[in-house]
């Protein structure tokens, strides 16, 4: 009976699994302390644990103990519209579908415009689980370089036309980019908007820091760039901003695609997770939203500035850093002699020194950038990021002396 195989469908072939989700994973079994700036999670004291305790006990309903609406509860769609109001995008029911996180809304993003060999354009770097999640539908993957204003929009057209195929979906990570931290300037998004319109390509607008942004003044979002444009398909979650573990996100798409991604979501899970969604609802209701986003933006701002001062302590001009105006992460990239290792060896000696990050090359489907790294400044204290940084000088030291 050992030699019989399940009959595996060909797209397994491109289930490769994420070297990011797989971190939690490897530092949760280590038995030493570790300064983890790997994951992209909320820091412990950014998550409002005592009101969702609070809030958890009068979510336990039978109403929302059985199945809910697939395109969400209308309680939670309500409130959200009713946030989204105060801010500089507000949207309608008709274009909103509740989903399980971002990652639902990328997998529907492709369900929906991505066939086996079709090219998809993505930033590189890149949140790999997005690109992954394009990779699983048998896309051509396109990498296209990133520079301090984000994809370089400028080289799409050749970069495409060597490819001898058009496009059907961008994949960007507008603001405060997953790794980079870079943010796409006005003029590029006004052009990729351009460019998608002459290859009738999808925008997959990737956004789950937009809220985050601690300087600099916002950038305006494709969909008020192009309004009522059914090319642009936005993702957004409330993941980084109340709590990953919730699972709670949304698509605000064109209200053509809605009944599709309610056929998609009943093919897959009936229904967003209910009593999440209610969290979430009443959390809103009650009005701490927008307190709380002020609190989590000086809070990464410090935390933020402190990780550029560490760095420049420690490790001075050995590295160069993104200086990114909001979101979690700082890019880095080694400088002279440091160049020579390899980030994802340094990653075991750095692991023994007691800090984690995620290396470059795990941050593009083809496995370059391994000459650098991208560290998270939002999950740690001040302390914490100053001692993390110390011990990734010191396996720096460690690595060049091998
Ligand atoms: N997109 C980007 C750019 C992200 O950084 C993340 C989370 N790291 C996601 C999507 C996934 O969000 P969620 O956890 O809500 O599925």
């Known amino acids: 009976m050992s030699q019989v195989r399940p009959p595996l469908a060909a797209r397994t072939d491109n289930l490769v699994g994420s070297i990011i989700d797989s971190s939690t994973s490897l530092l949760a079994a280590q038995t030493h302390d570790i300064v983890s700036l790997a994951m992209g999670a909320p820091a412990d004291d ?40 105060t801010t500089a995008d507000p949207t309608s029911e008709d274009r909103i579908v509740i989903t399980a996180g971002g990652m ?3 997998d529907l993003a492709c369900k929906l415009f991505v066939d086996p060999g079709d090219l998809v354009i993505i930033e590189s770097p890149t949140y790999t689980n997005g690109s992954a999640t394009a990779l699983s539908y048998g896309a051509d993957l396109l990498e296209v370089p990133v520079d301090t204003d984000g994809m370089v929009v400028e080289q799409l057209p050749d970069l495409v036309a060597k490819t001898g195929k058009t496009p059907t979906a961008i994949y960007t990570i507008p603001n405060f980019q997953n790794p980079s931290g870079t943010t796409l300037s006005e003029e590029r998004r006004r052009r990729l908007i351009e460019l998608a319109h002459e290859w009738g390509a999808v925008i997959i607008d990737d956004d789950p820091y937009g809220l985050l942004r601690f300087a600099g003044d ?16 936005s993702v957004r979650t409330f993941s980084k901003i109340l709590a990953p573990g919730l699972r709670v996100g949304w698509v605000d798409v064109d209200p053509s695609l809605k009944q599709l ?29 927008d307190e709380h986003l002020a609190g989590l933006r000086s809070g990464y701002r410090e935390r933020k500035n402190a990780m550029i001062g560490s760095i420049d302590k420690y490790l001075g001009d050995r590295v160069r850093t993104t200086d990114p105006d909001g979101g979690f992460f700082l890019w880095v990239t080694l400088q002279g002699d440091d160049k020579a290792t390899s980030t994802q060896k340094l990653f075991e000696t750095a692991l023994a020194e007691g800090v984690a990050f995620i290396p470059g090359p795990a941050l593009s489907p083809g496995g370059y950038f391994d000459d650098a790294l991208r560290v998270c400044f939002a999950s740690s204290t001040p302390e914490r990021i100053d001692e993390g940084v110390k011990r990734l000088a010191a396996a720096l030291d460690r690595a060049a002396g091998e």
């Not at 006990?57 to 519209?81: F, W």
């Not at 093919?267 to 209610?278: E, G, I, L, Y």
Request: overall charge negative.
């Open 218 to 233: 916002d950038v305006p979002s494709f969909r008020s760039l192009s309004p009522n444009d059914p090319l642009i398909f």
């Open 261 to 289: 991604i309610i056929n998609a979501k009943q093919a897959m899970d009936t229904c967003t997770n209910v009593p999440a969604q209610h969290l979430v609802a009443e959390f809103i209701r009650r009005g701490g939203l």
């Open 104 to 106: 639902q809304g990328l």
């Open 46 to 85: 950014a998550v409002p644990l005592e009101t969702f305790r609070e809030i958890a006990g009068s979510s336990m309903e039978h109403s929302t103990l059985t199945y809910g609406a697939s395109e969400g509860e209308p309680r939670l769609v309500r409130e959200l519209l009713n946030y989204l109001s």
